[in-house]
């Protein structure tokens, strides 16, 4: 196969920031993307309504006029969180989904949700009314360690939720395990995943062998070869509970490349060259438009895109930058290690 047409994909996670970066990287998913998922951690965090109508304001300002993008908005769920306003948000049609942050998992997470009890309410009306809450699925507990904290985050956290409320529909980010992978496809109702380009294509051994890669850093952290086969699968067999949330993650060079980095990898700008290449190693690119186009739609309520995008396969390897410039300094792009053919028409 040379070329393949599908539906516009949309990404159902996706970190934008503001300002400076938000305009310097937002064109990148929104000249492919038809529509995305946009993090609230933001400093300070998008926590209310206003906030987020605010924030939705200022990202349609920054996208360039020839292109159509719609930001789906999310908010930062704290333990102050009103169940009104949420209601009111979902109600507008402005809020999609509500992200819960265990305190201190990932970058700028401060804020999020210590004691679970104190976010009962808000959970408990999302359930009411079908709003999804979207899960950064780790632990933060000292003791576990950081490989393990996906699996026992759904262990001790998502699976005691899921029996206490199991109206609530539940989206599980970026997984990164196996466990994540077999829980999810078990689960009968109300539970589906995203997963990112950059968890399909390396495993721990690719931030840590050699040398230490600091643009391979992000969270949940990578993990070994084994849980990225899993990840793999549930992307490439068409599976209609997984699908894309890219979590590009920009920060800038001297923020990552330092004594204590940031975590996060910017793949906005070659993911869908990416998976192209993956879906294709994997024989599955016939389920490539599942995976970015058709089953985050689904799941959230939504229908797929009615426009197409063309990706072709060129007889010589597609060139990325290897750093964009943005208002705030230079961001490195995702280095995916192999050199992909496909690229995107138009
Ligand atoms: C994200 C960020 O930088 O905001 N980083 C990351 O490694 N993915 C936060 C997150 O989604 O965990
Ligand atoms: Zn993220």
């Not at 503001?18 to 310097?24: E, K, Q, S, T, V």
């Not at 992978?181 to 399909?200: F, K, M, P, R």
């Not at 899993?230 to 923020?255: C, E, I, M, Q, W």
Request: proline content about 7%.
């Amino acid at each position: 196969m040379t070329s393949l047409t599908i539906r516009r994909p949309d990404d159902w996670h996706l970190h934008l920031r503001d300002g400076a970066m938000l305009a310097g990287v937002l064109p990148y998913t929104s000249r492919h993307f038809a529509r995305a998922i946009i993090m609230p951690n933001l400093v300070p965090p998008v926590v209310t309504t206003v906030d987020a109508r605010a924030y939705r304001d200022r990202i349609l300002a920054a996208m360039p006029e020839s292109h159509s993008f719609e930001p789906l908005m999310t908010l930062y769920l704290t333990e102050g969180t009103s169940p009104d306003d949420v209601e009111e948000g979902a109600k507008s049609g402005l809020i999609t989904a509500v992200k819960l942050y265990p305190a201190g998992a990932t970058t700028n997470s401060q804020s999020g949700v210590r004691n679970f009890e104190n976010a009962m309410p808000v959970l408990e009306r999302m359930a009411r009314i079908g709003l999804p809450l979207c899960v950064h699925g780790e632990v933060t507990t000292p003791e576990v360690d950081i490989f393990d904290r996906e699996a026992v985050f759904i262990e001790t956290v998502l699976d005691p939720l899921r029996r206490r409320l199991p109206e609530l529909r539940i989206t599980m980010e970026h997984v990164t395990t196996k466990d994540g992978v077999d829980y999810i496809d078990q689960s009968e109702t109300n539970l589906a995943g995203s997963i990112t380009t950059h968890h399909l294509i390396i495993n721990r051994n690719n931030i840590l062998v050699g040398g230490i890669r600091p643009h391979y850093y992000c969270l949940p952290v990578a993990k070994r070869e084994y849980h990225r086969q899993a990840l793999r699968r549930a992307a490439t067999t068409g599976n209609p509970k997984f699908f894309l949330g890219t979590d590009s993650a920009p920060h800038v060079d001297p923020l990552k490349e330092c004594a204590c980095g940031c975590a996060g990898c910017f793949t906005s700008i070659n993911t869908l060259s990416c998976l192209a290449h993956v879906f294709e190693e994997e024989q599955a690119l016939d389920r490539l438009e599942a995976f970015a186009s058709l089953n985050g739609p689904a799941w959230y309520g939504l229908a797929p895109n009615a426009e197409k995008i063309t990706l072709v396969k060129r007889d010589a390897p597609v060139e990325f930058p290897t750093r964009v410039e943005t208002g705030d300094g230079p961001v490195t792009v995702f280095d995916p290690i192999f050199k992909s053919h496909w690229d995107v028409e138009g």
